[in-house]
């Protein structure tokens, strides 16, 4: 496009330089400012993109687009909002991709990735090409990329919409984040069905509170879900009604305890799964799943009024939910021939870890380890809260090392320690390496225990200091159970 017209796409947008000049992609970042960009000076939490401007120009890119007033002898789109402009000008360049797509979001604190990957398995059961968005992995049709964070920066996500539409994909899942509804990182995308899961305490390093925390999850059902769109709501959650009054289009309530669109009439749980009786828009249907626990039940029925929303075939739907095995990092079970149960999740905040708990509380184990910490830069107020919960729900508690960034880890497990009741302190350890820790619980294994290991889930890297170093829950779960299954392991 030329940057004349790129620059006509948003009102406000003030253009110093040749409008005849051709723009063909958009980028944040000065290190992909190849020629025919248009470099967006963000100014970011880290580092202000206007002190790239020179190194984009360097790289060859023909503009820049900035909230501050023109740089002498470069063209130059001055706007009020970066973000926003990097959002309008990377989906005009690549043809608004997001409108040859039926994207579903789905956003809350818990569930996003397991409800995402069941949308997905019902899709494909149903014949579609899919796309998917989220925090473990970026799906385009049968392809698989890393994903890098939960919901990409605006540019990146219109590019992997363009990908998917080349690709033939008419329907993209994504995990909508909190972060990037308020840094408009989903700017102008239109959803057809949006999904609210739940709203508990997390990121308030970011938004402050929980007002604004749930002021920018409902950024979602005010402003971007479709006139004719259809939103999915847990009836369960406190901020249900809030959810309900913003609503644009059609709404549907699932719950487990209430009437609602979507409930459960007769509910069986067990350790080969969950078959639920569940009372729907289109008449009774019985789901058989092989996911375990109550929360994931919550996702199920969220995935099935998503599913229905969508026009997707009874058959296919069902078939497609109860395909689902598991999700990588989610009640993942790490097997490596010992006789006690182990299980790594992604659960890192406290009402994750009490769901996760109680979950596994329910499967009657004779003895429950838990193994979490909390990352380092991130909401603290939730640090004691999850002390508190483990504490409750387990019979020994082991604190170590998340991701601890920049923060001292020996500070981090002092504020989780401190929500343990004193009475508890004997059943409770602090080790900070978390390799250790994890070995530790695994040596207190036997028959009748269940070791959780919580907060990291699927990652394979953890973050210290300045460095980024190798580290997977379950492929050192599984090393340590080797060594401990040696003829002169240690046990």
């Known amino acids: 496009m030329t940057l004349g017209d790129l620059v006509a796409r948003l009102p406000g947008a003030v253009l110093t330089g040749d409008p005849r000049l051709l723009v063909s992609e958009v980028t944040h970042d000065s290190r992909r400012s190849g020629p025919g960009a248009l470099f967006v000076a963000i100014r970011g939490f880290a580092a202000d993109g206007n002190s790239f401007v020179g190194a984009a120009r360097k790289k060859g890119a023909v503009a820049v687009c900035s909230e501050q007033p023109p740089a002498p002898d470069t063209p130059w789109v001055q706007v009020a909002d970066a973000r926003e402009a990097l959002a309008v000008f990377s989906a005009a360049v690549l043809g608004n991709p997001a409108l040859s797509l039926d994207l579903v979001g789905v956003t809350g604190t818990n569930g996003k990735t397991t409800t995402t990957y069941l949308i997905d398995a019902a899709l494909r059961a149903a014949g579609e090409t899919v796309g998917l968005v989220g925090t473990v992995e970026y799906r385009i049709g049968t392809r698989l990329l890393e994903a890098v964070r939960t919901t990409p920066e605006s540019s990146d996500l219109q590019a992997l919409f363009r990908q998917m539409v080349d690709a033939g994909c008419r329907h993209a899942i994504l995990e909508v984040s909190s972060h990037s509804l308020a840094l408009k990182r989903v700017h102008g995308c239109p959803f057809k069905v949006a999904v609210f899961t739940n709203l508990t305490r997390d990121h308030l390093d970011f938004h402050g509170d929980m007002d604004a925390y749930f002021a920018a999850k409902r950024l979602l059902f005010d402003t971007l879900l479709r006139e004719d769109g259809h939103a999915i709501v847990n009836r369960d959650d406190d901020r249900a009604d809030q959810v309900l009054r913003a609503c644009k289009g059609r709404a549907w309530t699932f719950s487990l305890s209430q009437p609602a669109d979507l409930s459960v009439e007769e509910l069986t749980l ?187 889930g699927h990652e394979q890297y953890q ?29």
Not at 311 to 339: F, T
Not at 435 to 455: D, H, S, T
């Open 270 to 456: 067990s350790l080969d799964g969950t078959l639920a009786r569940v009372r729907t828009p289109v008449g009774p249907l019985e789901l058989r799943s092989p996911l375990i626990g109550r929360f994931n039940v919550q996702n199920l029925l969220a995935a099935l009024g998503a599913g229905l929303a969508l026009g997707i075939p009874e058959e296919a739907l069902l078939r497609g939910l109860g395909s689902v095995k598991g999700v990588p990092g989610r009640l993942e079970r790490v097997v490596a021939g010992q006789d006690f149960t182990v299980i790594v999740d992604y659960a890192h905040t406290d009402d994750a870890l009490k769901n996760l708990l109680e979950t596994v509380r329910e499967l009657r184990p004779h003895r429950l380890i838990t193994v979490f910490g909390c990352g380092g830069d991130r909401d603290r107020t939730k640090r004691p809260l999850m002390g508190a919960v483990a504490a409750r729900l387990s019979d020994v508690v082991i604190l170590t090392s998340d991701n601890p960034r920049s923060e001292p880890p020996e500070a981090i497990l002092e504020e989780i320690r401190r929500g343990i009741p004193p009475d508890r302190a004997g059943d409770s350890h602090v080790i900070v390496d978390r390799r250790e820790a994890i070995a530790k619980a695994l040596e207190m294994g036997r028959e009748g225990v269940v070791v959780v290991i919580a907060g990291k």
């Open 463 to 491: 973050e210290v200091r300045d460095r980024t170093v190798p580290f997977d829950d379950r492929q050192v779960a599984r090393d340590i159970l080797h060594r401990l299954a040696a003829p002169n392991g240690k046990r």
